[in-house]
């Protein structure tokens, strides 16, 4: 079992930048693969972006291809979400995710398959 707390969030310029992080407890976090989601107000949770359990395997929305990038630290259980160029469609509270890894490439959309959610971090853009 893992548990995951995000922070980072918080007010940016349109085109500005910004580091969310993903703190998670339990000392098999190098066997989750990790996930990131993010839900705006009167919409659905979509999917950003994903990484493997060993990190060598990234997987982003097309939606933030190019300006976000998820990368992780299994020696100090956390994983981090780059996003740059912000826009006034990025604005949601950022949700980490961890589930269990079958093997060392797998990394999922799907929130379904997700076991574990912090909960959430906001992020704001300002134009």
């Known amino acids: 079992q893992v548990q995951v707390a995000e922070s980072g969030g918080g007010l940016v310029q349109d085109g500005g930048s910004l580091r969310l992080s993903c703190a998670a407890s339990g000392r098999t976090f190098s066997s989750y693969a990790m996930g990131w989601f993010r839900q705006a107000p009167g919409k659905e949770r979509d999917f950003v972006a994903a990484i493997s359990r060993t990190g060598y395997t990234t997987y982003y929305a097309e939606s933030v291809k190019g300006r976000f990038t998820i990368s992780r630290d299994n020696a100090k259980n956390t994983v981090h979400l780059k996003m740059n160029s912000l826009k006034p469609e990025d604005p949601a509270i950022y949700y980490c995710?961890?589930?269990?890894?079958?093997?060392?490439?797998?990394?999922?959309?799907?929130?379904?398959?997700?076991?574990?959610w912090g909960q959430g971090t906001q992020v704001t853009v300002s134009s």
């Open positions: 995710t961890a589930t269990y890894a079958r093997n060392n490439s797998y990394s999922t959309a799907r929130s379904r398959a997700y076991e574990y």
